[in-house]
């Protein structure tokens, strides 16, 4: 039984992506090479990895059992070529390519100029970004590292803190001279709050009061999935906004948000960096981590008085 790497990866590419086409735009190969490779990986090992019907194509049963046991192999495989191609102490230039998930408000916002740094420092290195708000499977997608903003709640991660930000509650001028500031958090009742599709408002709406949290009833209209969407409904006085202090430092700063209710503790944000456990870690792997913890080392850049 023989296969290469290049069959494997192929698949694995097809599987993360759902068609040859996409599989074949990111390889930078003919659909017709991307198809015989996965044709041939069927034949080696015998098995049908994917159904094909009037040109669309699933991967079957086993394609979803191989690819969970395949992908922390190649990972660990080419972590391992990697380390002995190329100096662990970071000295020699970095090859090969770092795929990075991270949510979409940070990822355009801050950490765009950090990567294109790191990119323009190493110009033999391959970046694929992807910036999405949904917390990627890392190992499923094929990433190497992802950025998360908030508790990492997969502790089959490896995880290092860069930084940490504060939630922030914050309405506009006109929607508190129309609906009144709130006092207090029963007060929300009575308010228009905006809702983030990726958590519920109980776990949105957190506050620290008497040493335990404490999360208000609370009742919204407008549900977005995006950070920086919820702030321009704030903006435009749809409601009451409880997001991270990097998304609305400029809001602030230029009075077009003010903080709702200061003297209530919200949640600290840790952000950091995860990654699918790998021994030996990739250079480029341990690289990238360095540099983020260094250009994010002395806090959040984007911190802002938040009125107290």
Known sequence: ???SLDEIDTF?????????????ARLNLSKSVVSKRVSDFEATIGAALFRRNAGRITPTEAALRLAERLRPALTELVAAAESAAWDMDGAAPLRGTLSIAAPMSFGTMYLSPILARFAAAQPGLELRIDYDDRARDLSREGFDMGLRIGEARDGALMARKLCE???IVVASPDYLDRRGRPASLADLRDHEVLSYTHLSDAAMWQFRQGG????PE???????????????????????AMLPGFILADALRAGRLVPVL?????R????MAVWPPVTPMPAKLRAMIDHLAAELAGGAPWQVDRGR
Not at 262 to 266: A, F, I, N, Q
Not at 268 to 271: K, Q, R, V
Request: hydrophobic share 45%; no cysteine.
């Open 262 to 266: 200061p003297d209530l503790e919200t």
């Open 12 to 24: 694995l590419t097809v599987l993360e992506l759902g068609t040859v086409t996409a599989a074949a």
């Open 165 to 167: 930000d504060r939630q």
């Open 218 to 240: 609370v009742s919204s209209r407008i549900t977005a999935n995006n950070g920086e969407a919820m702030r321009d409904m704030a903006e435009a006085g749809l409601g009451i």
């Open 1 to 3: 039984m023989r296969y």
């Open 212 to 215: 335990r949290i404490v999360s």
């Open 268 to 271: 600290t944000l840790p952000i």
